[in-house]
């Protein structure tokens, strides 16, 4: 049922158009039809969310921004050669690799076979300190290769 949407949705988009475009020749309306868009777009919002998202109290924010600003600088607590970097935030993984093209992140760890996949290669790891839930496990701790980023990361839900 919920395929049906998408072969109906573009035939409703076109009568939509198609009236806003009708009621925009329309001499006397062609003025109205801004101000009664702007107001009603303005009806629609949720104004309360996007105050309370982007205010200063919102912690969950601020954390996720600090995060972000380590992870923007994130050449200046690794070595060069670095090449994986672990133990980060759930999902945060994909915004170290945003600003860092050349790494690959895992949020949390790799498994002991990758492990030892990256020794056979001999590929440096920097690791995040241990917070909250990301504890490195000992197999990831004996590591050769192993750097430990002295930055501390905020957890957030």
Do not use: C
Not at 19 to 25: Q, T
Not at 37 to 44: E, F, P, Q, S
Not at 94 to 108: G, L
Request: cysteine-free; hydrophobic content about 45%; aromatic content about 18%.
């Amino acid at each position: 049922m919920e395929s049906f949407f998408f072969f109906v949705a573009p035939i409703g988009f076109i009568y939509v158009a198609v009236v806003i475009d009708k009621v925009l020749n329309f001499e006397r309306f062609k003025y109205l039809f801004p101000i009664t868009a702007i107001v009603t777009a303005l009806g629609i919002m949720n104004i309360q969310f996007y105050t309370g998202y982007f205010s200063k109290e919102n912690t969950d924010r601020n954390k996720r921004i600090e995060n972000a600003r380590v992870y923007k600088d994130l050449s200046k607590y690794i070595d060069a050669d670095t090449k994986v970097v672990i133990n980060m935030n759930s999902h945060d993984d994909k915004n170290v690799m945003f600003y860092n093209p050349s790494i690959t992140a895992y949020h949390w760890w790799p498994s002991k076979a990758d492990m030892e996949k990256l020794l056979s290669q001999r590929i440096k790891v920097a690791a995040f300190r241990d917070h909250d839930q990301y504890v490195l496990p000992d197999y990831v701790r004996q590591y050769p290769y192993l750097q430990i980023i002295e930055v501390n990361l905020f957890s957030f839900e």
